[in-house]
């Protein structure tokens, strides 16, 4: 999902609608349904919509490479974990990929109707590529160019993503946010984060350093 899957990961051009500025700034930035819990793995990414307790998608590991997303180069997410049931409508769930960067974007679709991000699942003799979702354990990985030709010498947005998994009775499989700068040509200050974010490999937090 960054799509993380930037999902991201994750914001293209090509997804961008077009509405009002007011709408834009009710969508930005994407609240934590709590600020100290952060997703497991590789992110600065945090849990939204419900409690991660609450979240029928057990991440066991969010990896997004590079973190924070960037300009022209390869954004690489993968998402992992399991489901402990067979839900009814699993096979129909859907994954909703939305976020400001810096206009407000959309897409939703049914899992298995994506061609990116893809569903990967371990069987006896290796793996079993493409969705739906599916009990037990599941990856999905995804892999974006996400390329910058403006004119201006600088580019800079502040950006925020949120991708959701949910069934067809709109109960949450995973959900999760992230907030971050991306900036072209890359700047020292390119990995500061946008809100709440915790280091998780050098164990300091980072406090609205970029707003």
């Given at each position: 999902?960054?799509?993380?899957?930037?999902?991201?990961l994750?914001?293209?051009?090509?997804?961008?609608?077009?509405?009002?500025?007011?709408?834009?700034?009710?969508?930005?930035?994407?609240?934590?349904?709590?600020?100290h819990?952060?997703?497991?793995?590789?992110?600065?990414?945090?849990?939204?919509?419900?409690?991660?307790?609450?979240?029928?998608f057990?991440?066991?590991?969010?990896?997004?490479?590079?973190?924070?997303?960037?300009?022209?180069?390869?954004?690489?997410?993968?998402?992992?974990?399991?489901?402990?049931?067979?839900?009814?409508?699993?096979?129909?769930?859907?994954?909703?990929?939305?976020?400001?960067?810096?206009?407000?974007?959309?897409?939703?679709?049914?899992?298995?109707?994506l061609?990116?991000?893809?569903?990967?699942?371990?069987?006896?003799?290796?793996?079993?590529?493409?969705?739906?979702?599916r009990?037990?354990?599941?990856?999905?990985?995804?892999?974006?160019?996400?390329?910058?030709?403006?004119?201006?010498?600088?580019?800079?947005?502040?950006?925020?993503?949120?991708?959701?998994?949910?069934?067809?009775?709109?109960r949450?499989?995973?959900?999760?946010?992230?907030?971050?700068?991306?900036?072209?040509p890359?700047?020292?200050?390119?990995?500061?984060?946008?809100?709440?974010?915790?280091?998780?490999?050098?164990?300091?937090?980072?406090?609205?350093?970029?707003?």
């Amino acid at each position: 999902m960054l799509s993380i899957f930037y999902l991201v990961l994750l914001a293209q051009a090509a997804l961008v609608s077009s509405i009002t500025r007011q709408q834009v700034i009710s969508k930005r930035p994407f609240m934590p349904w709590d600020p100290h819990v952060d997703v497991e793995g590789h992110n600065h990414a945090y849990y939204t919509q419900v409690e991660r307790k609450d979240q029928l998608f057990r991440i066991t590991d969010l990896s997004i490479y590079p973190d924070p997303p960037a300009l022209n180069e390869h954004n690489f997410v993968l998402v992992a974990g399991s489901i402990s049931h067979d839900y009814p409508g699993l096979k129909n769930a859907t994954l909703k990929i939305s976020g400001v960067c810096p206009d407000y974007y959309e897409i939703e679709k049914r899992i298995d109707e994506l061609r990116g991000p893809i569903v990967r699942r371990r069987v006896l003799h290796g793996y079993e590529y493409g969705g739906p979702l599916r009990k037990w354990h599941n990856e999905m990985f995804y892999d974006l160019f996400w390329p910058w030709w403006g004119p201006e010498p600088l580019k800079k947005s502040n950006c925020s993503v949120e991708v959701t998994a949910k069934l067809p009775d709109e109960r949450i499989l995973f959900s999760f946010a992230t907030n971050f700068t991306a900036q072209w040509p890359p700047s020292k200050s390119e990995g500061l984060m946008l809100g709440r974010v915790q280091d998780k490999e050098a164990g300091t937090s980072f406090e609205d350093r970029v707003l």
